[in-house]
């Protein structure tokens, strides 16, 4: 079975942000890069698929070169090979161009399975599995935590609102987008690390897959989310601001 | 073109609240572009709930019917709106951000040749369409370019669903063509992951746990807080995916929505997929390293400082006005 995994490179969750002198997005100096965490379960699944019924893991992923190092970091975990779509200027692409470069580069590819996070930690669309799955004529299911292989294509627990789940059955190939929590993941070992600085990570050009940025929903402006309640900050030593707090909790919110 | 549509989801037979608030979304539209404002209802028999939104102001209730759409499924879904959007050519399609709208609604939207501006929280003049980035932490003004329809999602409470306005619309059917096999997965019935034997939403006090608390072994910590305070444990998605505490204790989205009289919210940033669990609560604290994380933007009161000083110091503080 060949099974290509769609990762981002988002920053950092601890990652300070700040907004850029533009106001059109973030400073990126200075700034940590990891692996979007739903992408990093959505590759858990595809080893662990990989190591119960053989098969490829192809990781691809768009950005500039810095992506490289978390390519070799899901290469080191075990995936087989890459594709990096080269891409400077990302954020003058909207989901639906996004979707589109992707499917230039794994339509060739003919996977069986396709698996993807529900979305990204920093523009947090959570459509490009969808959008992928359209754009390459594919079934797809969304928000998925269990992956199963059966003779006609896969069974997957797919989860619902309110902590309702539900199972669906998809023919082969699909597109999944993958929910945090499915599974543990793993860590590189020192002889993963090692393997994959002779693996093939191959980088194509969007304009070798033939597609153009032509954003309709564009970012215009980044901006610091107003606040909704007015907080009051106790502040002091830890000791003095616990005191502040047992102040309000007995006096104000009446809950002690 | 035909103006603003809105695509109504039912819960447990009726109009959700969260398409209420769209339909808010849909009429504020409205009345900053001048366009008329439809509504769309999907399934097999949806005349009940054409009938709920057709009292308010709107000029079209579309009932989008077909035997296949009896359960949802994002084929049947995509190719019955795909055919109502080729007829009637829409300005503005509006969905509320629910995890179905979530799975259907950006493939409907490619089809068209267009992205869907997911997770709307205000709609201002232009229109310039506000959305959360980096979980939350900043919001991004977005512009759509061009003349195709302009798909986009609001999310749950942005809107009001109290502002919409009363009316009287024209009910009609639109009746899809769809072939069983376009219809390519199976879904199976709904279950619950495991008996709920923690019912968060009628705790009054809480205690909830987020990332901050770094390592499972720090989990007493707040236990011992939330034993003081006679309040129940919760926890935020993270914790709850790690194994660190069971997943009926997680609040947000896809765990408990819980309403207590204090909610007390410690290491948690404040992701929207937490806030929508708990935004109801009457009295919420954040104790939290990052003053710019999105917590205290609901927060009543906020601590912001290192929860493993902050949490024992509190801890002991409780115990000794409870004596």
Redesign the interface.
């Known amino acids: 079975m060949k099974i290509v995994v769609a990762t981002k490179q988002v920053?950092e969750?601890d990652a300070?942000?700040r907004?850029d002198a533009a106001g059109k997005w973030?400073d990126e100096s200075d700034l940590q890069y990891a692996l979007n965490e739903p992408d990093a379960y959505a590759l858990e699944e595809a080893l662990q698929l990989k190591e119960k019924h053989g098969g490829e893991v192809v990781v691809v992923s768009a950005g500039p070169e810095r992506v490289g190092s978390t390519i070799r970091e899901a290469l080191a975990k075990g995936a087989d090979r890459a594709i990096r779509i080269d891409c400077d200027d990302l954020g003058a692409w909207?989901?639906?161009?996004v979707?589109r470069l992707l499917a230039a580069a794994v339509k060739p590819e003919n996977p069986d399975l396709i698996l993807t996070g529900?979305q990204s930690?920093?523009?947090?669309?959570?459509?490009t599995g969808?959008?992928l799955?359209?754009?390459l004529g594919l079934?797809?299911?969304?928000?998925i935590l269990h992956v199963e292989m059966t003779d006609a294509g896969f069974t997957v627990k797919r989860?619902?609102?309110?902590?309702?789940?539900?199972?669906?059955?998809?023919?082969t190939p699909a597109v999944l987008t993958i929910?945090?929590?499915g599974n543990?993941l793993r860590y590189a070992t020192l002889m993963g690390i090692k393997r994959a600085k002779t693996k093939e990570v191959r980088c194509v050009t969007p304009a070798e897959l033939g597609i153009e940025a032509a954003?309709?929903?564009?970012?215009?402006?980044?901006?610091?989310?107003?606040?909704?309640?007015s907080?009051?900050?106790?502040?002091g030593s830890?000791?003095e601001?616990?005191?502040a707090?047992?102040e309000?909790?007995?006096f104000e919110?009446r809950?002690? | 073109m035909s103006g603003v549509w809105v695509v109504l989801e039912e819960r447990e037979g009726r109009i959700g609240r969260i398409s209420w608030e769209a339909i808010a979304a849909g009429q504020q539209l409205g009345a900053q572009t001048g366009l008329q404002v439809n509504a769309a209802t999907v399934g097999a028999q949806t005349e009940p709930l054409a009938a709920e939104a057709a009292a308010k102001a709107l000029a079209r209730v579309m009932r989008v019917e077909h035997p296949l759409l009896a359960v949802y499924t994002a084929d049947g879904f995509s190719l019955a709106l795909e055919q109502l959007f080729r007829a009637e050519q829409p300005d503005y399609v509006i969905f509320p951000h629910t995890y179905r709208v979530r799975d259907y609604a950006p493939a409907l939207a490619a089809r068209l040749g267009q992205p869907l501006i997911g997770d709307v929280v205000a709609v201002g003049e232009g229109p310039v369409f506000t959305r959360q980035l980096m979980q939350g932490r900043l919001n991004g003004g977005y512009r759509h370019l061009g003349d195709g329809p302009c798909f986009f999602s609001v999310q749950a409470g942005a809107f009001r669903a109290e502002a919409t306005e009363t009316g009287k619309a024209e009910v009609a059917t639109f009746t899809p063509v769809i072939e069983p096999a376009q219809i390519r997965t199976r879904p199976g019935e709904r279950f619950r992951g495991s008996a709920q034997t923690v019912d968060l939403g009628s705790a009054s006090l809480i205690v909830s746990v987020g990332r901050g608390i770094k390592d499972p072994e720090n989990i007493p910590l707040v236990q011992e807080l939330a034993t003081a305070l006679g309040a129940e444990l919760a926890a935020s998605r993270p914790i709850c995916d790690n194994g660190w505490l069971p997943l009926e204790r997680q609040v947000g989205s896809s765990g408990q929505t819980v309403s207590p009289k204090l909610y007390l919210a410690v290491g948690i940033s404040g992701a929207i997929q937490h806030l929508v669990g708990m935004k109801g609560s009457q009295c919420v604290v954040a104790i939290n390293k990052d003053p710019d994380a999105p917590i205290f933007e609901v927060a009543d009161y906020g601590i912001v400082g290192d929860l493993f000083e902050v949490v024992p110091a509190l801890t002991d503080a409780v115990k000794a006005a409870k004596q």
């Open positions: 920053p969750r300070l942000v907004i973030i909207d989901s639906l161009g979707a529900l930690d920093d523009l947090g669309y959570g459509q969808v959008v799955a359209e754009l079934p797809h299911a969304s928000l989860e619902l609102e309110e902590g309702w789940f539900q199972t669906v059955e998809l023919p929910q945090s929590g543990k954003p309709i929903a564009v970012l215009e402006r980044v901006t610091l989310p107003q606040k909704q309640k907080t009051q900050i106790l502040s830890a000791k601001a616990a005191a707090l047992v309000k909790l007995k919110v809950v002690l």
